[in-house]
């Protein structure tokens, strides 16, 4: 059974940075996408930015320049690194996975889940 879970998220002031993992159980990284979305409250889910097995990376206009997705696939685990934070970026971080070779950029093209991280970015 796969499982993902999130961690390294917490709260920051602007300008700052953190780094998001995902590590995932019972899951092969070959030929599969992994992504992270966020949720902030009221608003949907969005694509922040997935990888591919082949390293391909695609990344939302908000967030490309300073936010950075990478995988250790010796580890299974998914990374997130975010610098230059803004408010805007306070949301609940969640990391996805599926078994695919293009990546979707909808929630709905993945089908495994962690439960969530909570990054808050004060002004």
């Known amino acids: 059974q796969v499982q993902l879970v999130e961690s390294g998220g917490g709260s920051v002031q602007a300008g700052g940075s953190l780094r998001l993992s995902c590590a995932a159980y019972?899951?092969?990284?070959?030929?599969?996408?992994m992504a992270w979305f966020r949720q902030a409250p009221g608003k949907e889910r969005e694509a922040v930015a997935n990888?591919?097995?082949?390293?391909?990376?695609y990344y939302a206009d908000s967030v490309r320049g300073r936010f950075t997705i990478s995988q250790d696939n010796a580890k299974n685990t998914l990374l997130l690194q975010m610098n230059s934070l803004k408010p805007e970026d306070t949301a609940m971080y969640y990391c996805?996975?599926?078994?695919?070779?293009?990546?979707?950029?909808?929630?709905?093209?993945?089908?495994?889940w962690g439960r969530g991280t909570q990054v808050t970015v004060s002004s």
């Open positions: 996805a996975a599926d078994y695919r070779w293009v990546c979707g950029r909808g929630p709905a093209t993945y089908v495994y």
């Open positions: 990888i591919n097995s082949n390293g391909i990376t």
């Open positions: 019972g899951y092969t990284p070959s030929g599969t996408c």
